[in-house]
C-alpha cells in the first residue's frame, strides 16, 4: 500500500473530534502559541525550552510557512476547543520514513486533564492512519511526562524502550521513551 499523496490526504479535511478541533496555524495565534510554548508548566515536558513572544512568533510563521510546501512532510496544526477557534495547544506530524510519522503535542496548562490532548491526538491519528495511510506513528516522551503516557497508553501505543540522552531541553540532557502504535493496531481498537 502507498501513501496518499500530502496534498491529498489534506483536501477538504477539518479533522473535527469530541471536544477539539485541529486546524492549520495562522499568523495570529503568535501570542495564544506564546502562552503555551512560554509556559515553564508545559515546556518542562517538551524537547525545547520555554520561548519568548518572539520565537513563538517564529514558531507558527514557520508552521504557516512549512504547511505550504508540497510536498508536505509535516502536519503542525492548532488544537482548538470545538466550539472555539481560540489556539489551546497544537499537535503535529512529522512524515519520517516509508509511511511513518512522529507525533507531537502539547495543550496550555489551563486545560490540562479535561480530554483535550486525548481527543486531539485520537483525532490526528485517524487522519493519520485513514487520510494519510501511515502505517506506523510514534511518540517519544519525557519518562517524568506521565500524563502523556496515560493518553497515548489509552490510544493504543506499545511502549518500546528508552532513548538515551535524547534531547538537550531545561538545561540538560533528558531520555525519552518510546511508544508507537501501527495501522493494524489502530484499525483494531476504532
Known amino acids: 500500500m ?17 471536544r477539539t478541533q ?7 495565534d503568535g501570542p495564544a502559541a506564546h502562552r503555551i510554548v512560554g509556559d515553564d508548566r508545559v515546556t518542562h515536558f517538551l524537547s525545547f525550552d520555554s520561548r519568548d513572544e518572539k520565537a513563538a512568533q517564529a514558531m507558527v510563521d514557520g508552521a504557516v510557512q512549512r504547511a505550504r510546501s508540497q510536498p508536505r512532510n509535516e502536519y503542525y496544526l492548532a488544537i482548538t476547543r470545538r466550539d472555539d477557534d481560540t489556539l489551546i495547544g497544537f499537535c503535529r506530524l512529522a512524515l519520517s520514513g516509508a509511511q511513518a510519522a512522529k507525533l507531537g503535542y502539547a495543550v496550555a496548562a489551563d486545560c490540562w486533564n479535561r480530554g483535550f490532548a486525548s481527543d486531539a491526538v485520537s483525532t490526528m491519528l485517524e487522519f493519520a492512519f485513514t487520510n494519510l495511510e501511515l502505517h506506523r506513528v510514534t511518540a517519544a516522551i519525557g519518562p517524568d511526562n506521565h500524563a502523556s503516557q496515560r493518553v497515548v497508553g489509552r490510544l493504543g501505543f506499545k511502549r518500546e524502550g528508552v532513548l538515551r540522552d535524547h534531547v538537550f531541553t531545561n538545561g540538560s540532557w533528558r531520555d525519552s521513551v518510546l511508544y508507537s502504535i501501527l495501522s493494524s493496531e489502530w484499525a483494531e481498537e476504532h
Do not use: C, D, H, Y
Not at 502507498?2 to 469530541?18: H, M
Not at 485541529?22 to 495570529?28: A, C, K, N, P
Open 2 to 18: 502507498t501513501a496518499k499523496s500530502t496534498e491529498e490526504a489534506w483536501t477538504g479535511v477539518q479533522p473535527i473530534g469530541a
Open 22 to 28: 485541529l486546524r492549520e496555524f495562522r499568523e495570529s
